[in-house]
């Protein structure tokens, strides 16, 4: 069974910049997740996903986070303009009927 | 909110030697998850705990829920070198909807 993907792996970009993140999570799995980690931190809930529909937004940064699922599979994460402190390992993972959830090897984001 | 305090920060081991790493929660813990993550990496997970009392193994890695449900603890025995990286606790809040909250982690070092 395949993991969950994530792409890309690694993104350096400017400050005021746009970036994207992508997501596929393991076949089948209804609920997707994406955390944001912080260096020497734990993983803190950006958005959660039911198929296409979120269950829960409330730690994302609307003004400058996004994130969409449309066909209920894939999903992006997008920050626009970037912050120095958006620096952070951004995760995403997914869930089946179990509550067991799923990682990606996540994305290392680094604003300069 | 729920807060996770782990214990202790970080932990440095000769191989060979047993290791204890604890979860404490603020608030009862409904759900408490154990996963390793390898530095730059995504989390791997390792075990569920529900119930008070509850204790679960996997190799050489135990994990148990105290009675009282606001404390969890992982014991490796006989540590090796590849069982070094950052340990996550994660709890569900609410028992309900399938969140994570995570602790800050503990960075555990094997030294050969």
């Known amino acids: 069974e395949a993991g969950v993907a994530q792409s890309p792996r690694y993104k350096i970009i400017e400050k005021r910049q746009s970036v994207a993140f992508w997501c596929n999570p393991i076949s089948g799995h209804a609920t997707l997740y994406w955390y944001q980690q912080i260096l020497g931190q734990g993983p803190k809930l950006l958005i959660q996903f039911q198929n296409n529909g979120v269950v829960d937004d409330s730690q994302l940064p609307k003004d400058r986070f996004s994130a969409e699922r449309l066909k209920g599979v894939d999903s992006t994460l997008k920050i626009q303009p970037a912050k120095l402190e958006d620096s952070a390992v951004y995760l995403c993972?997914?869930?089946?009927?179990?509550?067991?959830?799923?990682f990606g090897p996540g994305t290392r984001l680094t604003v300069l | 909110s729920q807060e996770l305090e782990q214990s202790p920060q970080s932990l440095i081991v000769q191989e060979g030697k047993n290791l204890t790493i604890n979860c404490t929660s603020s608030?009862?813990?409904?759900?408490l998850y154990w996963y390793k993550q390898k530095y730059g990496e995504g989390l791997i997970f390792l075990m569920m705990l529900q119930k008070g009392g509850e204790e679960k193994s996997h190799e050489k890695i135990t994990a148990k829920l105290d009675e009282k449900k606001q404390q969890s603890s992982l014991h490796i025995t006989a540590s090796q070198p590849s069982h070094a990286g950052i340990y996550l606790c994660?709890?569900?809040?609410?028992?309900?909807?399938?969140?994570?909250?995570f602790g800050s982690g503990t960075q555990l070092t094997v030294l050969p």
């Open positions: 608030k009862t813990l409904y759900g």
């Open positions: 993972a997914s869930s089946g009927p179990g509550n067991e959830q799923f």
């Open positions: 994660g709890a569900d809040p609410s028992g309900s909807a399938r969140q994570l909250t």
